[in-house]
Nanobody, 119 residues
Framework: QVQLVESGGGLVQPGGSLRLSCAAS????????MHWYRQAPGKQRELVAS???????NYADSVKGRFTISRDNAKNTVDLQMNSLKPEDTAVYYC?????????????WGQGTQVTVSS
């Protein structure tokens, strides 16, 4: 059974930092591209950051220079370091895994972790 379990969310003041972690189990982590999405109340889910299997990262313009995604293929984890947080970063953050083998449609979502940026 595949599981993606996020942790590290919470309440933080503007300008503060949080580190989210996603632990994957039940899958061959090294063939999955990993992503962090977020969804704020009343808004569509949006892609925040992605990391390829070799470790190349991409970011939404809104978080470039503030967020860093990383992965550890030995530990089956993907992290999101979030610095200089703003109230508009408040959302539920989701971990998403997509199998990159040709022809595969396997994809999985975590349950989400709440991040609230408020004074």
């Amino acid at each position: 059974q595949v599981q993606l379990v996020e942790s590290g969310g919470g309440l933080v003041q503007p300008g503060g930092s949080l580190r989210l972690s996603c632990a994957a189990s039940g899958l061959i982590f090294s063939i999955y591209a990993m992503h962090w999405y977020r969804q704020a109340p009343g808004k569509q889910r949006e892609l925040v950051a992605s990391i390829t299997i070799p470790g190349r990262a991409n970011y939404a313009d809104s978080v470039k220079g503030r967020f860093t995604i990383s992965r550890d293929n030995a530990k089956n984890t993907v992290d999101l370091q979030m610095n200089s947080l703003k109230p508009e970063d408040t959302a539920v953050y989701y971990c998403y895994a997509k199998n990159m083998l040709p022809g595969s449609s396997q994809e999985y979502w975590g349950q989400g972790t709440q991040v609230t940026v408020s004074s």
